[in-house]
């Protein structure tokens, strides 16, 4: 396999999708597939922070076991299963680590642990890498990743349509109804990319669900006035931004209404 898989590095070239984003293209052995390794400088930095943190919370978990083990008498299988349960719980830094559970002399059972190097240094070898699989083979590395990530938009537009939107459940039991109703989630859905482009061109990011949620803070006020005549001046007045939604709006060229007309009115 590793023959094979320096074969196909070889018959490749780096292409930088953007930047700090890279894909090889790498043709299958027998031809009717296409592989395409990717790199993301940002994915492996995550990576590599949620590796470190697992191996760090793991190794106390070990050091807290080895230290139980010594304060009250256990057997290697109870100490075996605690160790097994701790694997578990951290199964991405399991493999980091040879733990072994010995009786020592006088009946007693020691945990101890050491690093495994070679996962260790494969482990910081494949972070922030991934694998992509094609029947499509006359397609280049880019445009293969661009599909790929096409898809991966088309299953958050579904996500955000049922979770941001509320598209479902559905309880019309009218067609027509049904239809208004995916109508209306569409248009919001529509808005919500909007959303995001404007975030985008103002240096906001491309997910516009954070400043959805700072700017949805903004609270509206009915005040009502009496006058002599018996009359009630209603006016529903927009609070002022603070700090952090005014800087927000300033970004996105938007300024809210100082106020809104009351319905009914």
């Known amino acids: 396999m590793s023959g094979a898989g320096t074969s196909w590095a070889r018959r490749g070239a780096n292409c930088v999708v953007r930047e700090g984003l890279e894909v090889k293209l790498c043709p299958g052995p027998a031809g009717d597939e296409t592989f395409i390794l990717c790199r993301s400088a940002e994915r492996r930095e995550k990576e590599r922070a949620i590796h470190q943190r697992v191996a760090e919370r793991l190794e106390a978990g070990l050091k807290e076991l080895a230290a139980s083990c010594g304060a009250h008498p256990v057997t290697v299988a109870q100490a075996e299963r605690r160790v097994g349960r701790l694997l578990e719980k951290y199964s991405r830094a399991a493999r980091l680590f040879r733990v072994e559970v010995n009786t020592a002399e006088g009946g007693a059972t020691v945990l101890t642990w050491t690093r495994h190097e070679v996962w260790n240094e494969w482990a910081q070898l494949s972070e922030g890498c991934y694998l992509l699989r094609s029947n499509v083979a006359d397609w280049s590395a880019e445009e293969l990743w661009k599909a790929y990530i096409q898809l991966t938009e088309a299953e958050a537009a579904f996500r955000i349509q049922k ?83 005014a800087i927000l709006l300033q970004r996105l060229g938007m300024r809210p209404p100082e106020s809104l007309p009351i319905r009914g009115l």
């Open 163 to 245: 979770s941001d939107l509320a598209l479902r459940p559905v309880w019309h039991q009218r067609e027509d109804r049904v239809k208004a109703h995916i109508l209306v989630c569409f248009l919001g859905y529509v808005l919500w990319k909007t959303l995001g482009k404007m975030c985008q061109a103002a240096g906001l990011g491309d997910c516009p669900r954070k400043v959805f949620d700072e700017l949805s803070q903004l609270r509206m006020v009915d005040v009502i006035l009496p006058t002599k005549q018996g009359v009630e001046i209603r006016r529903r007045c927009v609070e002022r931004p603070d700090l952090h939604q």
